[in-house]
C-alpha cells in the first residue's frame, strides 16, 4: 500500500516568504508526527496529532510555526516569514495507534532551504 | 527519556555480520529500545525493538544485555543497500514522540 507521502520535495523561499507543507499519512493512521532534521543532525520533533487534536506541539521552535490536521487526515506545517535558520529537511511520520509499541513510518521529507 | 551513546561511524565488509553497539545506561525498567535507519536523501526506516528479551526479524536481530544498560543491532549479511546512518533511541512510556541522537554511519565496504 502506499506510505507517507509529503509535498513539495523541495521548496526554496526567500527570507521572509511563508510556506506550506504537506504531509498525507497512511491511510487510517490515528497519530501523524512532525520532525525537523539539520542538516547532520538527527531528526528533532516538532509536533504531534491524534486524529484531529494536536496533544503535543512542545518542539515547535517559535510562534512562526503552526501545524494542522482539521480532518484528522492530511496535515499542513506552516512557517511564517521564514528565516535563514528554517533551512532544513521536515519530516512527518504516522502511526496506526498511539502506544510505546507503536511503529512511525516517515515520509521521505520536504527539503526546505530559505535564501 | 534516557540518553544514548552512539560510535559516529563504523565499516563493514559487504557478506559479513554488521553490529552496532548502543549503550543506554540510565534506561528506565518500561522504556523500549527502538532501531532506526535513513538512508541517504530518505526518511527513517523502523528495523526492530524491544524491551528485555532478544529480538530477531527479516532486517535484523536485537541483543540486549541482561541489565539492559546497552544493546547490539546485527545486521546477519551486510549488503551495500545498508549503507545508512542507524538510530538507536529510547522511547519512554507515555510518550509518543521519538528522541533520535546523532546514531552511527554505517558503510558497507564492496
Known amino acids: ?115 | 527519556d534516557a540518553k544514548t551513546t552512539q560510535p559516529p561511524s563504523m565499516d563493514c565488509a559487504e557478506g559479513r555480520a554488521a553490529n552496532l553497539p548502543c549503550n543506554h545506561s540510565t534506561i528506565s525498567g518500561n522504556e523500549y529500545v527502538y532501531w532506526y535507519r535513513q538512508i541517504h536523501s530518505q526518511g527513517p526506516q523502523y528495523i526492530i525493538h524491544g524491551l528485555k528479551n532478544n529480538e530477531t526479524n527479516e532486517m535484523a536481530s536485537l541483543i540486549i544485555t541482561e541489565d539492559r544498560k546497552s544493546s547490539t543491532l546485527i545486521l546477519p549479511h551486510a549488503t551495500l543497500r545498508d549503507t545508512a546512518v542507524y538510530y538507536c533511541i529510547v522511547r519512554v512510556v507515555g510518550n509518543e514522540k521519538l528522541t533520535f541522537g546523532t546514531g552511527t554511519r554505517l558503510t558497507i565496504i564492496p
Request: glycine share 10%; proline share 5%.
Open chain 1, 1 to 115: 500500500g502506499a506510505g507517507v507521502s509529503q509535498s513539495p520535495r523541495y521548496k526554496v523561499a526567500k527570507r521572509g516568504q511563508d510556506v506550506a507543507l504537506r504531509c498525507d499519512p497512511i491511510s487510517g493512521h490515528v497519530s501523524l508526527f512532525w520532525y525537523q532534521q539539520a542538516l547532520g543532525q538527527g531528526p528533532e520533533f516538532l509536533t504531534y496529532f491524534q486524529n484531529e487534536a494536536q496533544l503535543d506541539k512542545s518542539g515547535l521552535p517559535s510562534d512562526r510555526f503552526f501545524a494542522e490536521r482539521p480532518e484528522g487526515s492530511v496535515s499542513t506545517l506552516k512557517i511564517q516569514r521564514t528565516q535563514q535558520e528554517d533551512s532544513a529537511v521536515y519530516l512527518c511520520a504516522s502511526s496506526l495507534r498511539t502506544g510505546r509499541e507503536e511503529t512511525q513510518y516517515f515520509g521521505p521529507g520536504t527539503r526546505l532551504l530559505v535564501l
